[in-house]
């Protein structure tokens, strides 16, 4: 399982602080938690409210990002590890844990199971389009599609690895799976069949996967840093340029056009596509980063120290 990967980089624990090579001015700032495990996912709901997804105690909320405390949100909610967040349209959380999907419509204060179909609960990451559409990729069952957020259908046809790592979707619909080993497949219709597109990945185990506003697909490596394709490409590219061939967990693009990597060496950015990238670590005391988003904050999700934001 993709969390199983962080166990070999945590024997040496990133605590350095790196140097800050993108602005002076910008720097990490602690948001005093959650401390209890490592921060596998994060989301933000349309009240600013951050929820974290942890790997020891289930789900944590701060209602302010600068004010107040991480609390508890796991009524209804195995205390399991939560290794994936999304959200909605309409508000609506989906947390995939390791004892399946659980949903939320009221903001985190309740959840309920939502496994109907749903044969292997090991769930690495959840992934939603434009038409609500939920798919879940899991750790030996394949990938499984929701059209209600309820019910679950197996579409695996033309998947040749069941043990899914990552997933993205793009806003055209296109919807991309990373594997254990198996490298990335691709479907043009909603997870009904699938396609290997492998071509200049030599590193085949798919961490992360992010798409941006002009079509580019990144992939996080176990390794191999970063590949770039397109969604109609069968080829990648490695682009590692200053940031070398390290583990990435997370990826994210924002509206800016910035693409940041989180990774067992703290957090990078690039701003051309995967050209170069740049560390940005200054005040950061974990560099495990498993979880980076982008919104009116930048935020990383550490490996045991809790989230920061980029002040």
């Known amino acids: ?74 009524e209804g909610l195995e205390k399991a590890g939560v290794y994936s967040l999304v959200i909605d349209a309409n508000g609506v959380l989906y947390a995939g844990t390791d004892a399946g999907v659980y949903k939320s419509n009221d903001n985190g204060a309740q959840w309920t199971e939502v496994n109907q179909g749903l044969t292997n609960t090991f769930i690495n990451g959840l992934a939603i389009n434009s038409y609500g559409t939920i798919f879940a990729a899991t750790g030996g069952g394949g990938v499984f599609r929701s059209n209600d957020g309820y019910s679950w259908e197996q579409v695996n046809q033309g998947l040749g690895s069941t043990v899914v790592l990552s997933l993205a979707v793009s806003p055209s619909g296109v919807v991309i799976a990373g594997t254990d080993g198996g490298g990335v497949y691709r479907s043009f219709d909603y997870g009904k069949s699938w396609e290997k597109v492998n071509y200049g990945l030599s590193n085949k185990v798919i961490l992360s996967l992010s798409v941006d506003g002009n079509g580019y697909v990144y992939a996080g490596t176990r390794g191999g840093g970063v590949f770039r394709s397109t969604l109609t490409s069968n080829v990648w590219s490695q682009v590692v340029k200053g940031l070398g061939p390290k583990a990435v967990y997370s990826l994210t693009a924002d509206n800016q056009g910035y693409l940041y990597a989180g990774t067992d060496a703290g957090v990078y950015r690039t701003a051309d596509n995967g050209g170069i990238w740049q560390v940005m670590n200054t005040g950061l005391t974990n560099t495990i980063v498993l979880s980076v988003v982008a919104g009116e904050n930048l935020l990383a999700g550490t490996g045991g120290s809790g989230v920061f934001r980029l002040n």
């Open 1 to 74: 399982m993709k969390h199983c990967f962080l166990l070999a980089a945590l024997l040496v624990v990133g605590l350095a602080v790196g140097a800050n090579l993108l602005h002076a001015q910008s720097y990490w700032v602690a948001t005093n938690g959650p401390y209890d495990g490592f921060v596998y996912s994060q989301v933000i709901s349309s009240d600013g409210s951050l929820f974290a997804g942890t790997g020891a105690k289930g789900v944590l909320r701060k209602e302010k990002l600068d004010a107040g405390s991480w609390e508890e949100a796991n």
